[in-house]
DNA sequence: AGCCACTCGTAAA
DNA sequence: TTTACGAGTGGCT
């Protein structure tokens, strides 16, 4: 099986970073990461680290990069996902429209909700239409503190 | 069968 | 104007 994990820090808190030789498993923020199961993982904090700073540097582009498992629709969506901008927010629906499965807003939401990567795969950037935040597996305020982050960083690079 | 990180229309305060 | 509620909706366990 040939899996690492090791701890990272990250701008908004630590978090465990699970991998293999095809990329990132799951990065899980360590506050809420109960159930995350380690068996057959070799600690490796080095190499975890260094792919995180890379990918920090670097961000992904495709789901390709990582190696995460979900269903068609769940790769689908993230890999919307990866396509908001640094700093930008989009909404539930226009990702929906965006798979062509206007419809499906719910089930889009569900399938974001299940992002086994956080913030690599930035479901933090995806908001209610009616302008309200939305929810976040690891707390609206952690996904609010996230998203003043990143506007400060792109106003900064500016 | 039941659960949802949604959205829209409608209605009441 | 703001808030509340119902129904539509579809993927997932």
Redesign the pocket.
Known sequence: MDLYWGSVVTPMGGALLVGSRQGIQRLWFEDTAQGVTLAGCQRADGRAQAVFASLMSEPATTVEQFDVQ?????RQVWQALLEIPLGMTT???VIADAID?P?????????????PIAYFIP??R?V???G?L?????GVERKRAILDWERDRVSRAA
């Not at 979900?70 to 769940?74: E, L, P, R």
């Not at 939305?134 to 690891?138: N, T």
């Open positions: 979900g269903t068609a629709f769940q909404t539930y629906q499965r419809k499906a807003v719910r089930a889009v939401a569900n399938a974001i909700g299940a992002n479901c933090h995806v209610r239409s009616d309200g939305g929810g976040y597996r690891w």
